[in-house]
């Protein structure tokens, strides 16, 4: 048996699983059903993975294992990562939304304005209506908060402590 991977792909699904229920009780707006197979939000699915990971191996193998440096340098990582880049990548996709439906306003209010050469010279001008940009948008995740990434952090750590016991 493969613990430390059993402790890990669990974590993820026990973090994914009560992001919808830590959203309803916390009463945010965005507490929707499809939060469970969303990135983001509390807690830290990434940071729940790779702590718990990184306990498996200690738990397994020892604190003085190689295995548990490898682990533990990769959770750093990853977890700086969720609260640094993609949080960054994602308020800049906030921005890039609100500046592409003030484009597509600015279109629709002047549509009637532009000429055929207009739209000769760019055919992209008027092919992408709201509708369409709807249907077309990326999600914006943003990463995690601090908060969100401790959170994780210690659902990983205490479910691998849970299933050490459970499955010993």
């Known amino acids: 048996m493969n613990f430390p991977l059993i402790a890990s792909l669990s974590s993820i699904l026990f973090a994914q699983l009560i992001k919808y229920p830590i959203a309803y009780l916390t009463n945010r707006k965005s507490a929707?059903?499809?939060?469970?197979t969303s990135t983001g939000g509390m807690p830290s699915s990434h940071s729940a993975a790779v702590s718990s990971l990184t306990t498996a191996l200690i738990l397994e193998y020892g604190f003085n294992?190689?295995?548990v440096a490898i682990s533990t340098v990769f959770a750093v990582i990853i977890m700086f990562d969720s609260m640094g880049?993609?949080?960054q990548s994602g308020e800049q996709?906030?921005?890039?939304?609100?500046?592409?439906?003030?484009?597509?306003?600015?279109?629709?209010?002047?549509s009637d304005d532009i000429s055929y050469d207009e739209i000769e010279d760019n055919p992209l001008i008027l092919s992408y209506d709201i509708d369409n940009y709807e249907r077309m948008i990326i999600n914006r995740y943003?990463?995690?908060k601090p908060s969100e990434v401790i959170?994780?952090?210690l659902t990983g750590g205490f479910v691998a402590m849970f299933l050490r016991?459970?499955?010993l």
């Open 142 to 144: 943003l990463g995690h």
């Open 93 to 110: 996709g906030i921005v890039l939304d609100i500046l592409a439906r003030k484009h597509l306003a600015e279109i629709d209010y002047i």
């Open 85 to 87: 880049v993609r949080r």
């Open 65 to 67: 294992s190689p295995y």
């Open 151 to 153: 959170v994780g952090t």
């Open 32 to 36: 929707k059903l499809n939060l469970i």
């Open 165 to 167: 016991l459970v499955l």
